[in-house]
């Protein structure tokens, strides 16, 4: 069965830092992945997606798939980027998402 | 354009009462979607159809039931509540397949 793992819970870095968001999954089929971003009060929206291989407000993410993994990554994060970042597997039958757990960012100044 | 809208945005409700949630998207989405949202478990699929008249079942989908008689509402039903469903529901919807999906704002419900 497909499964999608983000190993941290809370990342906390300050503005201006480096931060990397971990994402690993297992998939039999060929992966999809997205990263989905909450920010607070806000409903969910997706950030981004590999097959796009684009840089939204700064963030990239490439899939490794080697290692299974998807890792979101921003060179210099900013206090705005204080969100809840969800990474997701989708299934082509039915377009369906398999979530993450989650990744609360935590930006300080 | 509403996008994706959810009614209630809360509920109390008491174990083994019933209660409908609605969800309603006004982008002529084929594909809509019931998520529900449980710390440190991420959203977890709970029913979904692919067009009117249809629906299946997701990761989740004990105790709750669906319906999408409209193309624009999906309806999520829980007929006897328990305190394990306490959590952020969210509907979202997509045009078809490998489409991006759109959320709504979410229902928090407390069974208590």
Excluded at chain 1, 45 to 58: A, P, T
Excluded at chain 1, 97 to 107: E, I, Q
Excluded at chain 2, 39 to 51: A, Q, T
Excluded at chain 2, 93 to 111: A, D, I, K, W
């Amino acid at each position: 069965a497909q499964r999608v793992t983000q190993p941290e819970k809370l990342l906390s870095v300050f503005k201006g830092a480096p931060v990397e968001l971990k994402c690993n999954y297992s998939y039999s089929g060929s992966p999809e992945l997205f990263w989905y971003v909450q920010y607070s009060r806000q409903r969910l929206q997706l950030l981004l997606r590999h097959i796009s291989r684009e840089s939204i407000k700064g963030f990239t993410a490439d899939l490794n798939k080697g290692e299974t993994s998807f890792h979101l990554k921003k060179p210099f994060a900013q206090e705005e980027d204080s969100a809840m970042y969800y990474c997701a597997l989708r299934m082509a039958a039915g377009n369906k998402l398999t979530f993450g757990g989650g990744t609360r960012v935590l930006v300080k100044p | 354009n509403a996008g994706v809208t959810q009614t209630p945005k809360f509920r109390v409700l008491k174990t083994g009462q019933s209660m409908t949630l609605l969800c309603a998207q006004d982008m002529n989405h084929e594909y809509m979607y019931w998520y529900r949202q449980d710390p440190g478990m991420g959203l977890r699929l709970i029913h979904y159809s692919v067009g009117e008249g249809t629906t299946a079942k997701g990761e989740v989908p004990d105790g709750y039931n669906v319906s999408r008689l409209k193309k624009q509402n999906f309806l999520l039903g829980l007929e006897s509540a328990a305190p394990s469903q306490t959590s952020v529901y969210f509907c979202a919807s997509s045009q078809s397949n490998n489409y991006e999906q759109y959320f709504g704002p979410g229902t928090r419900l407390t069974v208590t």
